[in-house]
């Protein structure tokens, strides 16, 4: 199952009463989550973006995604708005990230750190209109925050990622970034799957729409 899920969501089970992807879908389809049948998101979004969702419904189906995932043989292309374009219209972010638990952030750095782990991405611009640039990433690695720090450690931070120096104002719970494009492997049959998303309906994504 593959859902686009909104801004300001959670994706797994939330604390009692709060609403989250999982949840909405168990109580909204009613699934059979007995035996070999599950309910299970294969990777994560955070809270404020939006986007492509792969989720399992079989365990079997779930080991088979999660070594994609792995090996990295699925592609996430996401897409963002920043305020202050990159020094160079395109290129390859590699970065040294570390999880900063008590902050609930990344720390990026441009060596190796203790504790750090390698992050990359490549980006490119589509659009620039209005002092604000469209870009679209294809994420090599998929670490906590890693588009929002890294772009942020080069100077466009994404449209209201205030924890990463945004000072534009967006939605409420929400930032301008949306996961647009997931590419695998399906797990029965090896055909490729290419599955986009489209993007929120505001004005800020209706900037860059032809």
């Known amino acids: 199952m593959v859902v686009n899920k909104p801004q300001g969501l959670m994706v797994e089970e939330a604390a ?6 999982i949840r909405f879908l168990k109580k909204e389809f009613a699934l059979d989550l007995r035996g070999n049948n599950i ?8 809270k ?13 189906v779930l080991k088979v995604l999660n070594e994609q995932f792995a090996s990295r043989e699925i592609g996430k292309t996401y897409l963002a708005i920043v305020s202050t ?3 160079n219209p395109a290129g390859e972010l590699k970065h040294w990230l570390i ?3 008590e902050g609930k952030r990344a720390k990026i750095f441009d060596a190796r750190t203790q504790l750090s ?4 991405l490549t980006y490119k611009t ?29 100077g466009s931070p994404i449209v209201g990622d205030e924890k990463y120096g945004s000072t534009e104002k967006y939605i409420d719970n929400a930032l301008a970034l949306h996961a647009s494009k997931l590419t695998f492997k399906h797990p029965i049959d090896g055909n490729v799957m290419s ?16």
């Open 99 to 101: 999880k900063d638990e």
């Open 195 to 210: 599955i986009e998303a489209p993007t929120p309906d505001d004005a800020w994504w209706d900037l860059f729409k032809d």
């Open 85 to 87: 374009p990159p020094p």
């Open 126 to 154: 589509l659009k620039e209109k209005n002092g604000k640039t469209l870009l679209e990433i294809d994420l090599l690695t998929g670490k906590y925050h890693q588009i929002r720090a890294q772009l942020a450690h080069i």
């Open 39 to 46: 309910l299970q998101n294969v990777h994560r979004l955070d």
């Open 16 to 21: 009692r009463g709060q609403l989250s992807v």
């Open 117 to 120: 782990v390698e992050v990359k």
């Open 48 to 60: 404020p973006v939006s986007g492509t969702l792969l989720i399992a419904r079989k365990r079997s």
